[in-house]
C-alpha cells in the first residue's frame, strides 16, 4: 500500500530501491555468567573482538583518505580513541573477571553505564557523544557474535535506519546503498555536509520510518524535498523519471559553466574559493575553475599518525597543493585540533570538561609552541612555490593575531636563513567566535584578510549544538541576529580595506546566495562538489538589485521574514 512520509532533505539526490532496515544499536544479550574456569576464555574472546573493530577501523581509514573530507576521518579516529579508553576496556575485563559475566553481556552491561553517565550531562555536546559510543559498541558486539556490523549485499539499496556515522559514508556508498533515511539527524549535521560532498541522498527525521517500512519494501526518496514513498504507485514512478531527466539536464548545464566567469548578470565578478584538504580536492578546484583555494585543512596531517608530523612532511603536502592551483592562493588554515578532533598524537587535550569551548584552535597552537612553529616554517617555505595565506582558527582576541604575526615573522626569517627567497604571507583570522565577530574593528588592522567560519559562529551564537538532533530547529543560519552580525563583519571589512570570506556551510548552499550576496558578501569558499551549482546561482543574479533591497533583509523580525525575502529575490 502506498504511503507518503516527510522528513528533511538534508542531501540532494533521487533514489529508487528496495529497503534495507538497520535498527538502532541495541545490545539484546540476556544475563549470562560463565564458569570461573571460562573468564580467561572469555576475556581473551573479548580482546579478540577489540583487536578485530581496531583493524577494521584502520582497514576504513585508509579507504577514506581524500575520499571524504577531513571530518569522517577525525570520526574514525574518534571511535578508534574509544577503544583504548581504560573505562571501556578495564571495566569489560573487571565485569569478565570479577562478575564472570560473558563478553557481550559485560558489553552490555558498560555500555548502559557509560549511557547513563553521558545521559546525566548538561552539555549537549557531551551527551550527543552517546551515539559515537553506541556506534563503536555495536562494530564490537558484531565481531563477537561474528557478524558485519554494515549489511551485505546493499547494491541498489536505501538504508533506513535511526541514524548513521560520517565515517559510515563512503563505505555504504561503495557497498552499492543509493540512499540513506534516518529516523533522526540534522540537515546540518557532519553526515549531512558528508552526503553532500558525496552525493548520496541522504533523509533526515523521518520519524516514522523504523516503524512504518520493512526490509525489501520499494522506497522512493527525493533528497531536495526530503518526501519519502513507500511502494510507489505509477504516477510516482513517472514523477521519478521526469526528475531523474530534470536533474541529468541540470548536471550537464553545470558543466559547461566549468569555464565560464563568476560574474552577476549586471556585470559584477565574485570570487569562488574551495575548502580542501586532500591534493585530489585541489586538483577538483582547479579543474572547476576556483580562484584558488580558500581554505586548507592541515589538521588531516596531524590525524593520520600516533607522532606528530614533522615540518619535512608538512612542507611536501603543502607544497603539492600549492603547485596544483598552478598560481592561484592557497590558504592554510593553521591547525585546528580539539572539541571533537581527537588526534592520534595526543595534542588535543582530553577530559575536557566542556571541549566546544575549551582548548582548541589557535589556543592548542598557542600552547605547544614547538609544533606551531614547525608548521609555520612547513607553510612559509612552501610559499617559495607560489601565493600562500594563513588563516588562524578560533581566534577570540586581537592579542592572539599579534602573537601569530610575530611567529609567522620568525618562521621567516628562519627560512630566509636556509637561503630560501620568501616573503611574509598574508595572515587572516577566522570569524567564528562572536565575541571576534562583534569586536572586528579591533581585528581588522591586525590581518590581511578575514573569513567567516559559520557552522561554528551560529552555534556559538545561538548556544545550539548543530548536531544535537532535538535542537535541529533552533540551529539555523536564518536567524535575524546571524544575519546581522554576518553583515557587521562584512561592512567592517569594507571600511578597513581587508577582504571578507565566508566559508562554513553557508557558502556552500546555493539557495542563500542571493542573500549573502546583498549583505556585500564578494568572496564565497566551499566544497568542490558546491562550485558550479553556485556559480549558476550568482550568474543569476542582480548583485544592485539585491543590495538595494538589503535594508528589508536586516529589518526581518524572525526566520520566517528572511525566508519571505529569499523567496522573492
Known amino acids: 500500500m502506498r504511503l507518503a512520509f516527510a522528513g528533511h532533505g538534508a542531501s540532494r539526490g533521487l533514489a529508487l530501491g528496495r529497503a534495507r532496515v538497520r535498527l538502532p544499536h541495541a545490545l539484546e544479550v540476556a544475563e549470562q555468567r560463565v564458569p570461573a574456569a571460562r573468564t580467561k576464555d572469555e576475556a581473551a574472546r573479548l580482546h579478540e573482538a577489540l583487536e578485530a573493530t581496531r583493524a577494521e577501523m584502520r582497514t576504513l581509514r585508509e579507504k577514506l583518505q581524500g575520499a571524504l573530507s577531513s571530518e569522517a576521518i577525525e570520526f574514525i579516529d ?10 571501556l576496556v578495564q571495566a569489560l575485563e573487571a565485569l569478565i573477571q570479577q562478575e564472570r559475566y560473558s563478553a557481550g553481556y559485560a558489553l552490555r552491561v558498560q555500555r548502559d553505564r ?96 523504523l516503524s512504518r517500512i520493512n526490509d525489501g519494501d520499494v522506497v522512493m526518496v527525493d533528497g531536495e524535498s526530503g518526501q519519502l514513498v513507500l511502494d510507489p504507485d505509477a504516477g510516482d514512478l513517472r514523477r521519478y523519471r521526469e526528475l531523474q531527466q530534470r536533474d541529468l539536464r541540470e548536471r550537464r548545464d553545470l558543466e559547461r559553466l566549468r569555464s565560464k566567469p563568476t560574474r552577476t548578470r ?93 582548548v582548541r584552535g589557535v589556543r592548542l597552537s598557542l600552547l605547544y609552541d614547538a609544533v606551531f612553529d614547525t608548521q609555520l616554517r612547513a607553510i ?22 599579534l602573537i601569530v604575526r610575530r611567529r609567522l615573522r620568525r618562521a621567516v626569517a628562519a627560512v630566509r636563513g636556509r637561503g630560501v627567497s620568501v616573503q611574509v604571507p598574508p595572515l587572516g583570522a577566522m ?32 548556544a545550539v549544538d548543530r548536531n544535537n538532533d532535538a535542537l535541529g530547529d533552533l540551529y539555523s543560519p536564518l536567524h535575524p541576529g546571524v544575519l546581522r552580525l554576518v553583515a557587521h563583519v562584512l561592512r567592517a571589512g569594507n571600511e578597513h580595506g581587508v577582504p571578507v570570506a565566508v566559508c562554513g556551510e553557508m557558502a556552500g548552499d546555493a539557495r542563500l546566495a542571493p542573500l549573502l550576496l546583498a549583505l556585500g558578501l564578494k568572496e564565497f569558499s566551499l566544497h568542490p562538489a558546491g562550485l558550479l551549482e553556485l556559480r549558476r546561482a550568482i550568474r543569476d543574479c542582480d548583485l544592485s538589485q539585491l543590495q538595494a533591497r538589503a535594508p528589508r533583509l536586516l529589518q526581518a523580525r524572525d526566520r520566517r521574514g528572511i525566508e519571505r525575502w529569499l523567496a522573492t529575490a
Not at 287 to 313: H, I, N, S
Request: proline share 5%; glycine share 8%.
Open 266 to 358: 549586471d556585470g559584477v565578478d565574485i570570487a569562488l574559493y574551495a575548502n580542501a584538504e586532500s591534493r585530489e580536492d585541489v586538483a577538483r578546484a582547479h579543474a572547476l575553475g576556483a580562484a584558488g583555494v580558500g581554505l586548507y585543512r592541515t589538521e588531516f596531517l596531524f590525524l593520520q599518525d600516533r607522532e606528530t608530523p614533522d615540518e619535512e612532511e608538512q612542507f611536501i603536502a603543502y607544497r603539492d597543493a600549492v603547485l596544483a592551483m598552478g598560481g592561484r592562493p592557497v590558504t592554510f588554515r593553521t591547525l585546528d585540533l580539539g572539541a571533537d578532533k581527537a588526534d592520534r598524537a595526543g595534542l588535543a587535550l582530553a577530559n575536557e570538561d566542556n571541549p566546544a569551548l575549551g
Open 380 to 401: 612559509v617555505r612552501a610559499s617559495a612555490y607560489g601565493p600562500v595565506r594563513v588563516l588562524v582558527p578560533m581566534v577570540s582576541c586581537r592579542e592572539e593575531v
Open 114 to 209: 557509560l549511557a547513563a553517565v553521558f545521559q546525566s550531562m548538561d552539555d549537549p555536546y557531551l551527551r550527543a557523544r552517546l551515539d559515537d559510543l553506541d556506534h563503536i559498541i555495536g562494530r564490537i558486539n558484531a565481531h563477537l557474535h561474528r557478524h558485519d556490523p554494515l549489511p551485505r549485499g546493499t547494491a541498489g539499496e536505501v538504508l533506513v535506519c535511526e541514524n548513521v556515522a560520517p565515517s559510515e559514508l563512503a563505505q555504504l556508498q561503495a557497498a552499492g546503498v543509493v540512499a540513506i533515511v534516518s529516523a533522526a539527524g540534522s540537515p546540518l549535521s557532519h553526515t549531512a555536509i558528508l552526503a553532500r560532498s558525496l552525493h548520496m541522498p541522504l533523509v533526515v527525521g523521518a520519524a516514522e520510518v
Open 431 to 462: 570569524i567564528e567566535v562572536p565575541a571576534a565577530a562583534i569586536g572586528v574593528h579591533g581585528l581588522a588592522d591586525a590581518v590581511d584578510f578575514l573569513s567567516i567560519g559559520t557552522n561554528d559562529l551560529v552555534q556559538y551564537l545561538l
Open 78 to 87: 574518534l571511535h578508534a580513541l574509544l577503544l583504548d579508553d581504560p573505562e
